[in-house]
């Protein structure tokens, strides 16, 4: 007698950054939930680096890669025993939810704040050595402090708005924005656009964040049904993540450049 079927596991998640100024992508590969493995992808060549895995959560749209493609500000959040351990050992303090700066795609700090006030974390690149960072008290929260870097932080109590100050660098604009984004769904996202592809953020009535994107040219249309990311690269080829799987679509044409979902985290986790 056969027992029940076994749910197949879901798809990874991929999220990714473009240099404004250089052929690089960062990809975050998310899955299972609590794991997040970086990619470095040269899209002159298509060559996709492996780099580290991080155990905990990435927040790829508070996060941001310097224009060069040099480097990655990301955000990144561990609320385990051994993690707020290890941050008393070496910095003294309590630490669940921090911004670093490292080089992609590896995730170890050369630049570290604290962001476990509940209200600090991410920021954005002004230039490839000018980095705003959601953090107000910069004396007491910053642990490390990047070698060769200008450190700004917000004026006042103005957060800095990653995802949008970044589309906008790599040639997005804002087609559509309403007063109320939280909690629309669907009916009322914040929409951009770049060229003819087409990116809408949508927040439903549970706070659940997800994008859903569309091709508005004539002609032959790609496969953007269940995207969890796209853009178009600096030679004007469309980038498609979906279903932990990326693609290229050019001319009318979709080749696989790689398939990330047999990737899996090492075991036991090893520090970032």
């Not at 076994?6 to 990874?12: E, M, Q």
């Not at 398939?259 to 986790?269: E, G, I, M």
């Amino acid at each position: 007698m056969k027992g029940p079927a076994s749910t197949p596991p879901a798809p990874a998640r991929i999220w990714g950054l473009l240099a404004s100024e250089a052929d690089r992508v960062v990809l975050f590969r998310r899955g299972p939930s609590r794991w997040t493995r970086v990619y470095l992808w040269d899209t002159a060549t298509d060559t996709l680096s492996p780099g580290s895995w991080f155990h905990g959560r990435l927040y790829e749209w508070m996060s941001d890669l310097s224009p060069d493609g040099e480097h990655l500000l990301y955000h990144a959040q561990n609320e385990s025993k051994r993690q707020q351990a290890l941050a008393m050992e070496r910095y003294g303090v309590r630490m669940w939810d921090w911004t670093a700066l490292s080089k992609p795609p590896q995730v170890h700090a050369i630049g570290l704040w604290n962001a476990s006030d509940g209200w600090s974390g991410g920021g954005a690149f002004r230039d490839s050595r000018t980095i705003q960072v959601n953090h107000t008290d910069l004396t007491k929260q910053q642990l490390i402090r990047p070698p060769g870097f200008e450190v700004l932080h917000p004026t006042g109590t103005l957060r800095v708005d990653t995802f949008r100050v970044v589309l906008k660098r790599t040639g997005w604009h804002v087609a559509h924005q309403p007063r109320r984004w939280i909690g629309m769904g669907e009916a009322d996202p914040f929409t951009l656009r770049k060229k003819s592809l087409e990116l809408n953020f949508i927040s439903d009535q549970r706070y659940h964040r997800f994008v859903r994107y569309r091709w508005l040219a004539e002609g032959p249309s790609p496969d953007l049904e269940g995207a969890t990311w796209a853009d178009l690269d600096r030679r004007g080829r469309l980038l498609i993540a979906r279903a932990g799987r990326v693609f290229i679509w050019r001319g009318g044409q979709e080749a696989e450049l790689a398939d990330l979902n047999a990737d899996q985290p090492p075991r036991p986790a090893q520090p970032a």
